[in-house]
């Protein structure tokens, strides 16, 4: 039971970052939206709203991550449909009104520790990216640049979907990732 409230608060919080950002996910809302008594959350994190952050933002990132393994040895243009499909659902689900927790606790962060967090979660990103992207036939020099690229335009393109309130800045920032992905494994392809 401890360990499920705990969970459910590491989730909650993962949610209300996308949502409102880091300054604007308070303990009281994660208590609410977890259901949790009061006192748990000291009990559960005792470093207080960094620690608790800082488990959502892993927790958030191993969601990701377990979403886009599953395109490993898949073709380079699926790994990154994976991504994108990814980015988009977050989208449609919410209706504009969620996004990258991880950007959330990027931009917000107020101790090094949290910028940190953040960093070692994109830098995983890249690399998983980048292995998957590899080895679906990018050339092994490109796709740490393509993943890299890939990750910054859909977090762009994430936050001017939820500005403009439609799919269309989304949609256009995604055909040309996919493009770019298409062409770099296909002058691997034609070597």
Same mark, same amino acid.
């Given at each position: 039971?401890?360990?499920e409230?705990?969970?459910?608060m590491?989730?909650?919080?993962?949610?209300l970052?996308a949502?409102?950002?880091?300054q604007?996910?308070?303990?009281?809302?994660?208590?609410?939206?977890?259901?949790?008594p009061?006192?748990s959350?000291?009990h559960?994190?005792?470093g207080g709203?960094?620690?608790?952050v800082?488990?959502?933002v892993?927790?958030?990132?191993e969601?990701?991550?377990?979403?886009?393994n599953?395109?490993?040895g898949r073709?380079?243009?699926e790994?990154?449909e994976?991504?994108?499909a990814?980015?988009r659902d977050?989208?449609?689900?919410?209706d504009?009104? #969620?996004g990258?927790?991880?950007?959330?606790?990027?931009?917000?962060?107020?101790?090094?520790?949290?910028?940190d967090?953040a960093?070692q979660?994109?830098?995983r990103?890249r690399a998983?990216?980048?292995?998957?992207l590899?080895?679906?036939g990018?050339p092994?020099a490109?796709?740490p640049?393509l993943?890299?690229?890939?990750?910054?335009?859909?977090?762009? %393109?994430?936050?001017?979907?939820?500005?403009?309130?439609?799919m269309?800045?989304?949609?256009?920032?995604?055909?040309?990732?996919?493009?770019?992905?298409k %062409?770099?494994t #296909?002058?691997?392809?034609?070597?």
């Amino acid at each position: 039971m401890a360990g499920e409230i705990r969970q459910t608060m590491i989730e909650r919080t993962g949610v209300l970052l996308a949502k409102k950002g880091l300054q604007g996910t308070s303990f009281t809302e994660v208590l609410e939206a977890s259901g949790a008594p009061r006192g748990s959350l000291y009990h559960h994190f005792p470093g207080g709203k960094e620690e608790l952050v800082m488990a959502a933002v892993a927790w958030v990132s191993e969601r990701a991550l377990d979403r886009v393994n599953q395109s490993r040895g898949r073709p380079a243009p699926e790994v990154a449909e994976a991504f994108i499909a990814m980015w988009r659902d977050i989208l449609k689900a919410s209706d504009f009104g #969620a996004g990258c927790a991880v950007l959330a606790v990027t931009v917000g962060a107020d101790t090094p520790n949290l910028l940190d967090s953040a960093a070692q979660v994109f830098r995983r990103w890249r690399a998983t990216l980048g292995e998957l992207l590899a080895l679906g036939g990018v050339p092994s020099a490109r796709a740490p640049a393509l993943a890299a690229m890939l990750i910054s335009a859909c977090e762009g %393109a994430v936050v001017l979907a939820r500005a403009e309130q439609a799919m269309e800045p989304f949609d256009l920032v995604a055909a040309e990732q996919r493009a770019l992905v298409k %062409a770099a494994t #296909a002058r691997r392809a034609s070597r």
